[in-house]
């Protein structure tokens, strides 16, 4: 059972690429999230879906896109990289939100900096 | 607005010591309330609480919600080096289901 797979694991982006970070859970879950946490921060939420075909954003959308055409994938789109989007960025999913379900499940991070 | 505040933000304290970190929030439709370790990478889960007043233990980790309060704390015993960590708190919403991080704290256990 792979959980939450990211790729890729580090990235080096010049101003003004687009690139996009890949998401994938094999746990059945509804629910998806994206979170970047910027040295000694904590995690700040980019954009969230609550089942395929469904987005929302969070904190700190601006500069980011998402889609959500499967339960499985969440891919994370940046669009003309800026130094301010260096960060660790996290995939994260739980299930339906009720009882123990609530748990959220972490992918192993992006390191990405924008130079 | 939402929001999930820890402290103290940093600690240093020598191995046998227990330490108490703490979280606040202020979570509209409050449903539950999550602790994460976060050592290299990825947070780690500990906790997940929804009823006030009971405690959970794991080892020399335990933790423990007062809905009254709006807080938690998370109590380690007996540290050890191992336990240098982030560690972060998150309030869940059942309004808009999203999950609400607070900075961390950052304990650094000497030997």
């Known amino acids: 059972n792979a959980g939450v797979t990211q790729t890729p694991k580090f990235r080096i982006l010049k101003i003004g690429q687009s690139m996009t970070l890949q998401c994938a859970q094999d746990m059945n879950h509804n629910y998806m999230y994206w979170y970047r946490q910027d040295p000694g921060m904590g995690l700040k939420l980019i954009y969230y879906?609550?089942?395929?075909?469904?987005?929302d954003k969070g904190e700190v959308p601006n500069g980011y896109n998402v889609s959500r055409s499967t339960t499985e994938d969440f891919p994370l789109r940046l669009e003309l990289a800026a130094p301010s989007q260096t960060s660790v960025y996290f995939c994260?999913?739980?299930?339906?939100?009720?009882?123990?379900?609530?748990?959220?499940?972490f992918g192993s991070g992006t390191q990405l900096s924008v130079l | 607005e939402d929001k999930v505040v820890q402290s103290p933000l940093s600690l240093v304290v020598h191995e046998g010591d227990t330490v108490t970190l703490n979280c606040s929030y202020e979570?509209?439709?409050?449903?539950?309330l999550l602790w994460y370790k976060q050592e290299k990478k990825a947070p780690t889960f500990l906790f997940m609480l929804?009823?006030?007043?009971i405690e959970k233990k794991s080892g020399r980790l335990s933790s423990i919600l007062d809905k009254k309060e709006l807080s938690s704390i998370l109590n380690i015993t007996a540290t050890q080096t191992g336990d240098s960590a982030i560690y972060l708190c998150a309030g869940f919403t059942s309004g808009t289901y999203k999950y609400i991080f607070g900075t961390g704290t950052r304990l650094k256990v000497l030997a």
């Open positions: 979570v509209t439709n409050f449903r539950s």
């Open positions: 879906s609550v089942g395929a075909g469904i987005t």
């Open positions: 994260a999913s739980s299930y339906s939100g009720q009882g123990a379900n609530e748990k959220l499940f």
């Open positions: 929804t009823s006030s007043g």
